[in-house]
């Protein structure tokens, strides 16, 4: 059963005045359930209980946080059809895509789990003392990484799982000994709760203290300002928007103390067609575009919405392909009216640009909230004196770029903001005679794909998820895989401490037997 | 001899027409060199030398980086006598301190032309394909740290050479394979120029790039805002004050694309001295701070400014002899006239404050630019009712808070800002009493010692320089040691990538022979 209320540690709240439903936009109507939005005392009540239980939470060893992960990850299960059911209604994804994303996010937790388990990721660097050193002697020092305080995590509008509630920021927080406060998505407000109190069940089995994790409702965008304002809050996970990501990294750079935004805001993920692969493969690939275009109706921050290729027969041959499939392929539903108005209104915004040509546009009826996929081009001219034409459509869209040459080809991807990925389509031996291209993307983007489509994050140590801004806030970060751990920690060093008073992590004995930097050497044996 | 002028690439350039010189605080009078501050448009030349030198140097080897920078190091030793003669006229520190620093960079460079040499800084993680994995395939995907593009360092007027021109973060950046823009410290330009002409002579011998370094004059704050609102300069290193780093921090943060700064803005580093370690060696801990108080005339980020401690009467003995020995001390000469101006109106200030008392102050006649040495002391709960007790007194000066009891004890650590260090003056079994203490002072700190003092940093891999907000900007990285690399560098990931084109780091073979995580385990092996 869905109540509507805030959770505050293990209280259901619900003090607010505001009032708000989520939406069907299968059915196209309002869902049955009311959620009342956090007020500002329900606000400041996580945020203390999350301060509170920092000082227990912090230091909970690695099987402890590990227990509570795989718990939250048990509970998630144990929420059965019920959690894909309330999925669907708040998103209009299909049930295998919730199945998919269930599975993922389940995943995650149990990554974070192991990896914390394990514990050689407080990367644990220890140099003795040398009491005879001349001219002064070298003290011990020893150094781990610890979690740097309470958390906020953004629900996500299009991964209410994986990257929502109990999703990759969520698991990454809680992991590093971090408490977390969730401000769900207006959009799946139910979603979100369902998870919240799975999390909040497995904080209670696992014996965590109560303010580890906590769940707010909001209707706009008031509840999650005043989480980042509040001076307990030291650290933001958000996935969304540029204006939204935007907006929270200001307002955590201008607090008295600033804290890190960690803002993934989306890309428009250039793939640059190389003329010898259209050559080879120029149908093969645009097959390949148009699924990656539509896939969860485009509506993956890593959808493809940049083609970039030097005018040829075959890249016309490509665009006539692209073209025939697109429109071919079934529409799909998006998450919400408000998504749905906006790759309209935006899409035709493109479509109806000078100079611009459109090449695919389903003109079919299609049913409420279902998107109508498309396609433009553009010389590479236009593109590079419009900047209009470089925002991201959020949806099923993309634009190819009909470059003179290579280059103008160089300037177009010179021109383009930070990026989550780069894509090249080349014969091996081609990629060589154009340096600066690779080397101008790469410059671009967090992560570089050769022969194949951006869609598809593969949840793995080695994905970089994140790029140069716009991409993300910080760069230097990553929001997938073990290593997104590393956000929410800063090293703290131990200078002439005795043994038996420092971590587990430090001690001579290596009682944990993790992998540790000793004077210089990485090894995992005792001192 | 020194010319005054900036260096942009090899071209020696003084097209500005602001003049100014340093100062030698030892004489009283004005040194003799002219510098001429850089003009805007030398500004635009030397970010565009970098940007330009980014795309080969980004990619230079380690063993390429490594021998620059051992040049570095070779070409400063080369300076002899003069650059000893030089730093001394420009600080007022002596001939014994300007070679331990001079020691201490060259150590630096070395350190960092092994880490880059070495290779395994680079966090390569690999993990291979699942072609036959259902649902779906999993890619090849391979991540490693790759350089962000150039940097702009700010010359530290403690540090003339180990935080300045080819100090930490000079070499880290270039480490890293960023270009580096140095901004010289006004105070000691000259200083900054020879080594800047060390530099310059160690990258053409190695054949670097033109645009990997330049240095450029200024007389105050508007080169420096001016590089750092530059779209072409990608971070920043900083040493310096709260105004200074703060300022630089916002213009950063209020770009269209918003860079991380690295401030380093100093603390007041609070040592808590428990009732017993008082009991049994009040005398002893009391000479060891009256010299760690006075240590460089008081001018390093660690200078112990906070004695925190419970009243007793070993207290009182302890006070006592902070006194004697303090006013004892021979009396230091100061950086500059103005620092020496601001100390002596900031302590004032202090002293002059209601219910404080002054325990020690050097009331005999010193020489100009000598800092009168201090010490008062207040209540803890007038120092909890008073924020502008809390700030910094950057010099040989430090405040006793003596506290009622252990739980005021514990609110004055709560109370406090984000500092560098913490020390923990106790008995061993006595820690166990007092864990609230422990654990507020580590969530304040950046390094927790034990029986010590909290100057002399010592630079190992272990070492966290850095602290919460406002010790420094962002307390995930630190500025001292071979991790403060990982500022200047954003994984990256290859999904796909034939072996042949993939950066060495990456490739099947291992040709670095480098440690890397490859399909969840640490191996230097090949695949």
């Known amino acids: 059963m869905i109540t509507g209320k805030n959770l505050i540690g293990n209280q259901h709240s ?29 606000i400041d009540a996580a945020v203390e209980l999350a301060m509170e239980a920092f000082s227990e939470f912090s230091t909970a060893s690695g099987s402890v946080k590990a227990a509570f992960l795989r718990e939250i990850a048990l509970q998630i299960e144990g929420l059965g059809d019920e959690l894909i059911a309330v999925y669907c209604k708040e998103s209009g994804l299909t049930e295998g895509r919730a199945k998919g994303e269930r599975g993922r996010t389940c995943f995650q937790l149990r990554s974070f789990a192991d990896l914390v388990e394990e514990g050689s ?28 305080g309470p958390i906020v995590v953004f629900g996500a509008s299009n991964f209410p799982l994986a990257y929502s509630t109990a999703g990759g920021d969520t698991a990454s927080a809680l992991a590093a000994g971090c408490p977390v406060i969730v401000k769900s998505h207006p959009m799946h407000a139910a979603t979100s709760e369902l998870v919240a109190f799975a999390v909040r069940k497995a904080a209670k089995q696992t014996g965590m203290p109560e303010g580890v994790f906590s769940h707010l409702n909001s209707s706009g965008i008031e509840v999650g300002q005043a989480l980042v304002k509040h001076p307990g809050i030291k650290g933001v996970g958000f996935t969304g928007s540029r204006i939204g990501g935007r907006a929270l990294f200001d307002i955590a750079a201008q607090r008295r103390e600033p804290i890190p935004v960690f803002a993934e ?41 940049l083609l970039l290729a030097i005018k040829s027969e075959e890249l016309k041959e490509f665009m006539n392909v692209l073209s025939e499939v697109l429109e071919a392929t079934s529409p799909g539903c998006m998450l919400h009216p408000r998504i749905h108005e906006k790759y309209t209104s935006l899409k035709s915004e493109m479509i109806a640009g000078k100079e611009v040509e459109t090449i695919a546009d389903l003109r079919d009826r299609v049913a409420p909230n279902y998107a109508q996929q498309s396609a433009v081009t553009v010389s590479g001219n236009v593109f590079l004196s419009h900047p209009k034409l470089h925002q991201e459509v959020f949806g099923p869209f993309s634009m190819v770029v009909v470059c003179d040459n290579a280059a103008e080809l160089e300037r177009v991807i010179s021109s383009l903001e930070g990026q989550l990925t780069g894509t090249l389509i080349a014969e091996k031996d081609e990629i060589k005679r154009y340096p600066n291209i690779l080397q101008n993307l790469k410059n671009k983007v ?55 008073m420092l971590p587990e992590a430090l001690k001579n004995a290596n009682p944990l037997g993790i992998s540790r930097l000793v004077n210089g050497k990485l090894t995992s044996e005792p001192l």
């Open 14 to 42: 619900a003090r607010g005045n505001t009032v708000f439903t989520t939406f069907d936009p299968q059915l196209n109507e309002e869902n049955e359930w009311k959620f009342v939005e956090a007020s500002e005392e329900e």
């Open 121 to 148: 990721w407080v990367n644990a660097t220890i140099d003795t003392a040398l009491p005879d050193r001349d001219p002064i002697p070298k003290p011990d020092i020893r150094k781990m990484a610890i979690p740097i």
């Open 265 to 305: 805001m989306g890309s428009i993920n250039p793939v640059v067609l190389l003329p010898e692969a259209l050559e080879k493969n120029a149908t093969t690939w645009a097959r390949k575009y148009a699924a990656s275009i539509t896939l969860g109706t485009g509506q993956f921050c890593t959808n493809p919405g």
């Open 446 to 500: 967090g992560r570089l794909i050769f022969n194949g489509v951006p869609t598809g994050v593969e949840v793995c140590p080695s994905m970089q998820h994140g790029g140069p801004y716009p991409a993300s806030t910080d760069s230097r970060f990553g929001a997938v895989g073990i290593h997104a751990i590393q956000r929410w920690v800063r090293p703290m060093s131990y200078q002439n401490w005795p043994d038996a």
